[in-house]
């Protein structure tokens, strides 16, 4: 649901989005693998750095105009706070899906195709 939010509100088309759970993802052109794409949000930058985790959020807010949202979160002293919430949230996401009823089956959950995805 945030990946579609964000989506909507990309209108310059700065946010490209990529599923993991698609079969011909390759984490390896990324210097990733499976597990790590599997265990927390990445982003790739378009300098072809990876960001991880809760700076990935942070990029992505900022690529669409919203960075002003995540902006709080990289002081210092809610940095390390926010990163560490982020990282709870990774490591439990599937549960908390499933307990509010997403689309997530097994061990995966899915990225609604662009084309699903209302913009404006």
Not at 25 to 31: E, L, N, S, V
Not at 100 to 116: F, K
Request: aromatic residues 8%.
């Amino acid at each position: 649901r945030e990946v579609a939010w964000l989506k909507r509100r990309d209108r310059l088309g700065n946010l490209e989005l990529e599923d993991i759970a698609a079969l011909g993802f390759y984490p390896g052109r990324y210097g990733l693998t499976r597990e790590e794409v599997d265990r927390e949000l990445h982003g790739v930058k378009c300098d072809g750095d990876v960001v991880r985790g809760m700076e990935a959020v942070r990029e992505a807010y900022g690529s669409v105009g919203l960075g002003w949202l995540t902006a709080p979160t990289r002081l210092p002293f809610l940095k390390a706070l926010t990163d560490l919430l982020y990282a709870g949230f990774a490591r439990n996401r599937r549960r908390l899906g499933s307990l509010l009823q997403l689309r997530c089956r097994g061990d995966r959950c899915s990225v609604a195709p662009t084309s699903e995805i209302r913009h404006g």
